[in-house]
Structures are given as structure tokens and as C-alpha cells.
């Protein structure tokens, strides 16, 4: 079993950056990928972007170029990077394994990009 716990999210001006932190307790050994997904206002949570056990990394290409996924492994931490961010960009984004495990779905946290 695996607890995901996400911070760092805001509100923030179109054009800005934020940092967002996930850190994983439990047994993350076998896990092969990371993913950060992101649920905007009335539409469903949809995979913003992926890093796999050995560092490779895919995006939605509604981010790629601006949004960067990395891993700690010492401290089980997974990072989101989010430059020239849009009102587009507005949602709560949660982390979780890639393919997702339904009980795996932390809080998220919330980004608000105002135009």
C-alpha cells in the first residue's frame, strides 16, 4: 500500500511558476512509474506526465515544454515543475502510480492560475 501526499500548489498570475512536491509512504519498490494527473473544474482527472523507474518522461502536449517531472529516491519524493503557467493550467493535481490505483489518490493540491 502506497499514501500520496501532495503540497505546493497556489494561486499564482498566468506567466508564473510553480513547484509542486509529492512525497510516497509506504512500499514504493515496485513501483515503475509516477504520474502527476490534474482534474480541472467540471471536466475529468487527466495524466499530465510521467517519469518511469529509469528516468524516462513523457508529457500531455498541453504542458510539454513548459511543465518538468523529476524523482528523489532517497526521499521517495516526486516533483512537478510548472513554468509559463496558463489559466488553463487551473485545477487540483494529484500524484499516483502510472497506471493508476484508484486507492491510491491522495488529496491533490490546488493550482489557480488567474488570467
Known amino acids: 500500500q502506497v499514501q500520496f501526499v501532495e503540497s505546493g500548489g497556489g494561486l499564482v498570475q498566468a506567466g508564473g511558476s510553480l513547484r509542486l512536491s509529492c512525497v510516497a509512504f509506504?512500499?514504493?519498490?515496485?513501483?515503475?512509474?509516477f504520474g502527476w494527473y490534474r482534474q480541472a473544474p467540471g471536466k475529468q482527472r487527466e495524466l499530465v506526465a510521467v517519469?518511469?523507474?529509469?528516468?524516462?518522461?513523457n508529457y500531455d502536449d498541453s504542458v510539454k515544454g513548459r511543465f518538468t517531472i523529476t524523482r528523489d529516491y532517497l526521499k521517495s519524493t516526486v516533483y512537478l515543475q510548472m513554468n509559463s503557467l496558463k489559466p488553463e493550467d487551473t485545477g487540483v493535481y494529484y500524484c499516483?502510480?502510472?497506471?493508476?490505483?484508484?486507492?491510491?489518490w491522495g488529496q491533490g493540491t490546488q493550482v489557480t492560475v488567474s488570467s
Open positions: 517519469i518511469s523507474r529509469g528516468g524516462s518522461t
Open positions: 509506504g512500499s514504493t519498490s515496485n513501483i515503475i512509474a
Open positions: 499516483n502510480v502510472h497506471p493508476v490505483r484508484d486507492d491510491y
